[in-house]
């Protein structure tokens, strides 16, 4: 019985032990995961592949050359100045020798039209007037010409030489020279076939005949 017990206990220790070594056996390390793995999950995540420095240097080269189309600035048109009319100018834009077509579409509707008789037929003259002008038209008989410019007193117009109607005298001489003959109410200008009327040294109106006219009134100033 008590080899029996004794032998009970024994097995008993022994397994104790066993059970002891059991527990106090040092845990088995879980294997290692091998580097590579580790590396390939503890790698970020890819990124794109960067442009090539070339690539992105014609890029910017090409942004910054861009060319921006600029408007022209339109000028508004220059308005056309209106010139001031000229005028009546003896010997520019009237002159003996124009056809009369031109002269009257410069005049306008003359006041009145005389014809006066001549010492013979073709010496006859159409007489045109222009009052408001201080203008007398003159042409002979068939003809479309301007033989005289009868000067009025109310002409406001001058001659191309600068010379208006009110000057004094003396203002013939700086301009036309000495009249080749005057008295106190006439100076007379044949080369030129100038004749200006004089009250008082001045100058009150003019005829200018067209060279070797043979109208009456140019027979007539030259007798006086």
């Known amino acids: 019985m008590n080899i029996f017990n004794y032998a009970v206990l024994f097995v008993f220790c022994l397994m104790q032990s066993s059970v002891a070594l059991a527990d106090t056996k040092p845990a088995e390390k879980q294997p290692a995961k091998p580097a590579s793995m580790a ?3 503890t790698k970020p995540a890819d990124k794109k592949p960067a ?11 090409k ?3 861009k060319a921006v189309p600029v408007k022209k ?8 100045v209106k010139k001031k009319p000229e005028g009546l100018v003896i010997g520019k834009n009237l002159k003996v020798g124009m056809p009369l077509q031109e002269a009257i579409k410069l005049l306008g509707i003359p006041g009145t039209i005389k014809t ?3 010492t013979e037929s ?7 007037e222009y009052p408001t002008h201080g203008i007398v038209l003159h042409s002979l008989n068939g003809k479309r010409t301007i033989e005289v410019l009868e000067i009025l007193p109310q002409f406001k117009g001058s001659f191309m030489e600068g010379v208006k109607l009110g000057v004094k005298f003396t ?6 020279g000495v009249p080749q003959s005057m008295s106190a109410s006439l100076a007379k200008y044949p080369e030129k076939g100038m004749y200006f009327s004089l009250k008082e040294n001045m100058l009150v109106a003019a005829h200018v005949f067209a060279k070797n006219s043979k109208i009456l009134s140019h027979q007539l100033y030259k007798e006086r």
């Open 39 to 41: 590396k390939v999950e």
């Open 171 to 176: 203002a013939l001489i700086e301009k036309y």
């Open 73 to 80: 600035a339109t000028k508004a048109p220059a308005k056309a």
């Open 63 to 65: 942004q910054k050359t």
């Open 122 to 128: 073709k010496l006859d003259s159409v007489s045109i």
């Open 116 to 118: 006066k008789r001549g």
């Open 51 to 61: 442009k090539p420095a070339t690539m992105a240097k014609v890029e910017t080269a």
